[in-house]
């Protein structure tokens, strides 16, 4: 029985056992006759019976009791009472969960009496109550945290479509990234949570180009100095608008690191090495690979093999090592189609 308390995932371990117990079913009383407790035992296929008299619990008959009886040589017709055991263990209906649990456990109760507060029989409670309830509630927790992540997912999706409005080529590119990042994921066997916080965070990790005059964006040449400054502070706009929502997930941090290079020369911070989240590695590499292999407005694509040479040459030094390798072998498998825009106008 001790494993009852596993079953209390899930419920408020403070909660009156009231809230979980069952009706005690057919209960017996004292003057019942071991012929006929026989008889219940066998219809019910019970092991243990309830006596009460007057609405109180006074003892329990149970098949031992019962073939200890006949094995005497007891008669059928002789009342229960004489052969009932009468130290029964009962718990009071406003006693919490954790009290019932741990009484059951250290006794080794299967079925335990419920009483109010007049000692009177009022329900019953045993591990099937614990573990039907668990499940319920694990269920609905379940469900209330899916349903909170699903708002979450569809706050980012509702982000990433105001930018796309802006700007046609980071919305493609962002779902794109997301792709590729996700595949190189998997690649270096990151597990299911890692995955979907990686692909949210691609989705919108150039969000902080709202901020950015569309003009820029959509320029069909190569940014000056200046232009290219203010491009360089789409990380901290998109950290500055994602850390205010709650996510389960560091997407935020991913995001605001997506720039940063594994020698310390990246930006906003200057991190470096095992400062850089694993998940921000990976969004990096797949960042340069979908822009180099994608057109983008000042230039048509450059494709896979110019974006694998790059990427190799930056292993080591910017780029984590086994991001790129486990890059390379996605793209050589070909499981990644680069994003070759056949129309897009450009902005009068």
């Given amino acids: ?5 596993t079953q209390l995932e899930g419920l408020d371990e403070t909660a009156a056992v009231s809230t979980i117990m069952h009706a005690p079913g057919e209960i017996i009383g004292p003057e019942t006759t071991l012929g006929q407790a026989a008889a219940v ?3 019910l296929q019970h092991s243990t019976l309830l006596v009460a008299a007057d609405g109180k619990v006074v003892g329990t008959f149970t098949l031992h009791d019962l073939t200890s009886a006949f094995r005497s040589g007891v008669s059928p017709d002789e009342p229960v009472h004489r052969c009932m055991s009468r130290q029964v263990m009962t718990v009071q209906e406003t006693a919490t969960l954790a009290a019932a649990a741990k009484m059951m456990a250290t006794h080794s ?3 335990l009496p419920v009483l109010n507060a007049d000692g009177k029989l009022v329900g019953l409670v045993n591990g099937h109550d614990f573990r039907r309830l668990s499940i ?5 927790q379940a469900a209330q945290v899916r349903k909170l992540e699903k708002a979450l997912e569809d706050t980012l999706a509702a982000l990433a479509a105001v930018l796309e ?11 794109h990234v997301s792709m590729l990042a996700v595949s190189i994921g998997k690649e270096l066997d990151f597990d299911s949570g890692r995955l979907h916080a990686l692909s949210l965070a691609a989705i919108v990790h150039d969000l902080g180009k709202i901020q950015i ?7 069909p040449e190569r940014l000056n100095a200046a232009e290219f400054a203010l491009v360089r502070q789409h990380p901290m706009i998109a950290y500055n608008i994602l850390k205010t929502i709650d996510f389960p997930w560091p997407i935020a941090d991913i995001v605001v690191q997506h720039h940063e290079t594994m020698d310390g020369s990246g930006y906003p911070f200057g ?3 095992e400062q850089i989240l694993p998940e921000a590695r990976v969004l990096m590499v797949a960042d340069i690979v979908e822009s180099m292999s994608s057109d983008r407005p000042y230039r048509p694509a450059l494709g896979i093999d110019a974006a694998i040479a790059e990427i190799i040459h ?13 890059c390379v072998r996605v793209l050589r498998r070909g499981e990644y189609s680069p994003f070759l825009l056949e129309v897009l106008p450009y902005p009068d």
């Fill in 136 to 140: 319920a509630a694990i269920k609905a």
């Fill in 41 to 43: 035992v066998d219809r």
């Fill in 314 to 326: 930056l292993r080591g030094s910017r780029l984590d090592g086994e991001v790129v390798d486990a």
């Fill in 1 to 5: 029985m001790a494993q009852i308390y």
């Fill in 109 to 111: 109760i299967s079925h």
């Fill in 271 to 273: 991190l470096k090495g």
């Fill in 213 to 219: 005059p569309a003009e820029i964006l959509t320029k």
């Fill in 165 to 175: 409005q802006r700007d046609p080529y980071t919305a493609g590119h962002q779902k």
